[in-house]
């Protein structure tokens, strides 16, 4: 396939740039030209082939992209969150799988030793997942809990100077490459706790999952634990109870709601160039009203969600921003950005559905933002539960 070359030029209708600090955009220029560089020339053929481009892993923690907000010491960049969410955009906008890896790494594995873990834990883990020398994983989800985690069986048991784990977990990303597991299983007293695996562990592995139509080119797996041996210090032991991996999601599904919007910036300036030069009637389709519906309705959602995950982004800083509102602005970004998605499809007729654009890519990968990190509908149900005190999960 041909390589394309990336003219991507970010809208900025509201001139929203004027928010940002220099260092924001120092950050946004960084990444911007690295996906422009490593991530469009070659991202359509590892989906195409539904395969990871695993030299990325290196690439983004010499980006800083892995663990942003993590303080230095720890080999993190101690930026702030409006960086964090700057870096998911300019990622996404190459594609959600590039988003998903350094989405996983930073708020699901790094972001829980950081704040669960011992200072041993931080001091072993967090430099060498910083920097990509390791890949890790989260595993929430099970085979028969998606949605309701609660109700998870995963298990672990105390066994005296270690402890056994048994279960299992589906729909994890990176777990085929990952050298470690940031696990949620429940103890004897029914409570969640965090354990991370390694890799090598006896009982421990980490089948691949085939066939998907979207994120093809990130790694989705599962995580089978068979009488797994987990030392003692593997316990994260500063949370327990449910709100430990929610809370790890809440800094996820932020990065999300910049992320999506990244995919649908990126369809919304296909879809305009594509305006301006395809020809139809003698005209460029640009000049027909149907399709400037189209584009002033992207540029209208684009431009109402940069707001949200800007203010968003404001909120997090001041340590105010709570996880329902951060639930609106990810179900938002993802609903926006699938539409837009469909929409520059269409747009670009019969070329919309070839890998010459990145458009069908991001359309088809959408379904899996949109679904993971807690459902469409869950977020929904999180903001009619804020707003009325009603409880509709039970
Ligand atoms: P509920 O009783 O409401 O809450 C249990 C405890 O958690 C607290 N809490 C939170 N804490 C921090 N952040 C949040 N976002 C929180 N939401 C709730 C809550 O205050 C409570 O604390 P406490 O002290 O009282 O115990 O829990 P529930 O069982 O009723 O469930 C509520 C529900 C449905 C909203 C929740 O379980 C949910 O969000 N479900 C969706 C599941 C989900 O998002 N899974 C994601 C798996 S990971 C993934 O998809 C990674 S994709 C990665 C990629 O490739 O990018
Ligand atoms: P279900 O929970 O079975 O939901 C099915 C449908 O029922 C949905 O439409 C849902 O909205 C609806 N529904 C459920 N409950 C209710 C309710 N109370 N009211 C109304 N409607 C309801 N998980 C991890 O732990 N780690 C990962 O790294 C990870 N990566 C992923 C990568 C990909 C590519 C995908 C697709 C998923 C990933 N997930 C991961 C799992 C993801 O978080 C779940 O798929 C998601 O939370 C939904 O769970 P489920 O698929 O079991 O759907």
Redesign the pocket.
């Known amino acids: 396939m041909a390589v394309r070359t990336d003219l991507f030029e970010s809208p900025d209708y509201y001139q929203l740039d004027e928010l940002l600090s220099e260092e924001h955009l120092m950050v946004r220029k960084a990444v911007r030209d690295y996906v422009k560089k490593e991530i469009s020339p070659i991202i359509e053929d590892y989906a195409q082939r539904a395969e990871f481009p695993t030299q990325i892993i290196k690439q983004l923690g010499d980006m800083g992209c892995f663990g942003p907000t993590v303080p230095v010491e720890y080999g993190g960049g101690g930026l702030d969150y409006i960086s964090y969410g700057i870096m998911m955009q300019e990622l996404e906008r190459g594609d959600s799988g590039v988003r998903s890896t350094a989405s996983?790494q930073g708020s699901?594995v790094m972001f829980p030793i950081y704040a669960y873990g011992s200072e041993a834990q931080k001091k072993k883990y967090l430099p060498k997942l910083a920097s990509g020398e390791w890949l890790g994983?989260?595993?929430?989800?099970e085979p028969d809990h998606?949605?309701?985690p609660s109700s998870m069986l995963t298990n672990i048991k105390d066994a005296g100077d270690h402890y056994i784990l048994n279960g299992a977990?589906m729909?994890?990303?990176?777990s085929p490459f990952a050298q470690l597991a940031v696990v949620w299983a429940k103890n004897e007293s029914g409570e969640i706790v965090g354990v991370i695996v390694e890799r090598g562990m006896e009982g421990f592995s980490t089948p691949t999952t085939h066939g998907?139509w979207?994120?093809r080119a990130?790694a989705?797996g599962e995580l089978v634990f068979d009488n797994v041996k987990v030392p003692k210090e593997n316990i994260l032991p500063n949370v327990k109870g449910l709100k430990g991996p929610l809370g790890c999601l809440s800094k996820a599904r932020y990065g999300i709601a910049w992320g999506a919007l990244g995919a649908a910036m990126d369809c919304y300036d296909t879809a305009l160039r594509y305006s301006k030069e395809r020809m139809q009637f003698g005209k460029p389709i640009g000049a027909f009203q149907l399709q400037q519906k189209k584009l002033a309705e992207m540029v209208t959602e684009i431009t109402k969600a940069q707001l949200m995950v800007w203010r968003l982004g404001v909120l997090m800083n001041e340590g105010r921003a709570t996880p329902a509102q951060i639930s609106m602005a990810k179900r938002n970004s993802c609903e926006i950005a699938a539409q837009i998605t469909r929409d520059a499809r269409q747009m670009l007729g019969g070329m919309g559905i070839t890998g010459e654009y990145s458009v069908m890519r991001h359309m088809m990968n959408l379904e899996?933002v949109i679904?993971?990190?807690?459902?469409?509908?869950?977020h929904l149900?999180i903001t009619g539960m804020d707003i009325t005190g009603f409880n509709?999960?039970k």
């Open positions: 996983v699901l994983c989260f595993g929430l989800t998606g949605s309701d977990k729909w994890i990303s990176n998907k979207s994120l990130s989705t899996s679904t993971y990190e807690g459902t469409h509908d869950i149900l509709a999960f």
